[in-house]
């Protein structure tokens, strides 16, 4: 069976830039998940769906940052303008309802310059 | 509020047992999960237990949780070198959320 599928899977631009990063959750899963891991704040959970609606948002670090669900297979998160301190890997993870265990993809390695 | 703490570094030698510990501060926390992450990849599900267990045992892990020192440990038996990896605990706080919290990792050396 086919896991999170994560793209681009390395991304290197300059700030100042627009980044949008791409995730496919495991077919049937209703909830996804944005991760970001740095080696300074671990990993923090940005903002999930369920049932493609978002339900917590909390931790995206501020506007240039922004996240859609268009449908239950695919999901983009986006940051505008991109800024070195984005530099992180983002990992995008799904489940069978917000309450089963996550799934997690092979990660976004993002570098802005 | 809530809080996962882990040691950051283990060394063991092939063969021999390992154990990482975990703490947590939610005590209504519902699910708590371990996960291994090797380099360049995600992170991968390894086991979870639920608060009302205080043991899980799958193959040569070994999870026991003490619910009222709000401590976590995973037991892996005969560690190989293939072990060597960060391992993540995390918590499913009383939220009612999908919200996990992670803890910082623990990385697992597996000394031939």
């Known amino acids: 069976d086919a896991g999170v599928i994560q793209s681009p899977r390395h991304e290197v631009t300059e700030m100042g830039q627009e980044v949008t990063l791409r995730c496919k959750p495991i077919s049937g899963h209703n909830s996804l998940f944005w991760y970001r891991q740095t080696m300074m704040r671990g990993l923090e959970l940005l903002i999930y769906f369920n049932n493609n609606v978002p339900i917590d948002d909390s931790g995206m670090p501020e506007d240039r940052f922004s996240a859609k669900m268009p449908n239950a297979s695919f999901s983009t998160l986006k940051i505008q303008p991109s800024e070195p301190r984005d530099s992180a890997v983002y990992f995008c993870a799904s489940s069978f309802g917000d309450n089963q265990p996550q799934h997690f993809g092979d990660g976004t390695r993002l570098s802005i310059l | ?112």
């Not at chain 2, 999960?33 to 237990?49: D, H, V």
Request: with cysteine; hydrophobic share 30%.
């Open chain 2, 1 to 112: 509020g809530e809080d996962v703490e882990q040691s950051l570094f283990l060394s063991v030698r092939e063969g021999d047992s390992s154990v990482i510990n975990c703490t947590y501060t939610d005590s209504s926390s519902t699910y708590l999960y371990w996960y291994k992450q090797e380099p360049g990849a995600g992170l991968q599900l390894l086991t979870y237990i639920f608060s009302n267990m205080d043991m899980k045992q799958d193959q040569r892990l070994t999870v026991l949780l003490n619910k009222k020192d709000k401590h976590l440990s995973l037991r892996i038996a005969d560690t190989q070198t293939g072990d060597s990896a960060i391992y993540f605990c995390a918590e499913r706080g009383s939220s009612n959320t999908g919200k996990l919290i992670f803890g910082q990792g623990t990385t697992l050396q597996v000394k031939p």
